[in-house]
């Protein structure tokens, strides 16, 4: 009777050991992923360009991306890393319409240009939607099958809509139409992050409790849930949208909070990257005032509107040249995240202007 008791509190001993370690690990952020050193030595890695192509709206040769290219989403196919990026024109009355424009490259640095975007504003059901400010900020993530799916913001001039396409070679797309319906359908909404497990070289589209989870909000942060990854449902409390990520006053997400590349389940937890922006005033001052800089959170692989943890500091910020001065100043804006060959590869949009690269080891 003796030995039983002292085998069960040696037993109890282990579990609340294991407790109190996996509770320091949480609150010392050793579930973060980190360090990212940025690529100082070949940054940015891409900028506006002279291409053109015959838009089906207008009818007449665009040069499409020859204002701005940034905020780029990412993904490895047949060990090529590709860039799914948003490039604006010069044409009509908002100043440049949104395309979304495809590279390529073997060692995640160098790339090379598809000729004419892949993804764009066409005579179609969405048209009302898209037309004429267009198809913006990318995110991208693949299904079991090798089917990708991609999320991004249609823009009318007035109002940005949550939207899905697919693809099963990244160039021709599918548009399955707005993500969010009903009495949203003319609610603003955008940046949606779909919750993807690590599989070698590339993330796959997990379901948790049965359903696919996506992340979403440039405000506050949301979350939606689908069966096929086309078709979602937000998950609301007291009849409205459930927050799951809030600003912070005096930190640099002080203002808003918003969705980076696709969220990862890790032994931890749910590890999402995300943008924050500081306010004018009563946010972080040590960082530019409306500066994008970049941030982690962890939440609960349970329940993923669970937030377990939170990064105190950022961990990527405006200090180059070309991230403080463009479009949008003081500006990194994450969106695309790959393994390969080792490296985590962190693509993000500067000062709204031209793309950049961040990497790290893949622990």
Known sequence: MVRKRNVYFLMLLAM????????????TNDWAMLPFTKVDSINPILAANTGEFICPILKQNVKWEEKDV???A????????????????????????????????????????????????????????EWEGGIEDPRIIEDDKGIYFLTYTAYDGKLARLCIASSNDLKKWTKHGLLL???????????GAIVGKQVGDKIIAEKINGHYWMYFGDTD?????????IHWQPIEEGGKLKSVLRPREGYFDSRLVESGPAAMITEKGIILL?????????????????????G????????????????EKNFLRPDQPYEINGQVNQVCFIEGLVAYHGKWFLYFGTADSKIAVATSPVR
């Not at 609340?16 to 609150?27: D, E, G, H, R, V």
């Not at 995300?274 to 970049?294: H, P, Q, R, V």
């Open 296 to 311: 982690q959170a962890l939440f609960d692989v349970k329940d993923p509107t669970h937030l377990i943890n939170r990064q």
């Open 70 to 72: 940034f905020n780029p």
């Open 181 to 191: 319906n009903g009495k949203y359908t003319d609610t603003w909404s955008k940046s």
């Open 74 to 129: 990412a993904v490895v196919r047949h060990d090529t890393i590709f860039l799914l990026y948003r490039a604006e024109d010069m044409i009509g009355k908002y100043a440049g319409t949104s395309r979304i424009g495809l590279a390529y490259s073997l060692d995640g640095l160098h790339f090379t240009r598809n000729a004419a975007p892949v993804l764009f504003p066409e005579d179609d059901f969405l048209k009302m939607y």
């Open 16 to 27: 609340l050991i294991a407790s109190c370690n996996q509770q320091k690990s949480t609150l």
């Open 274 to 294: 995300y943008n924050g922006m500081n306010l004018d005033s009563e946010g972080d001052s040590t960082i530019a005032k409306g500066a994008y800089c970049s």
């Open 221 to 229: 942060l949301f979350m939606a849930t689908s069966e096929d990854l």
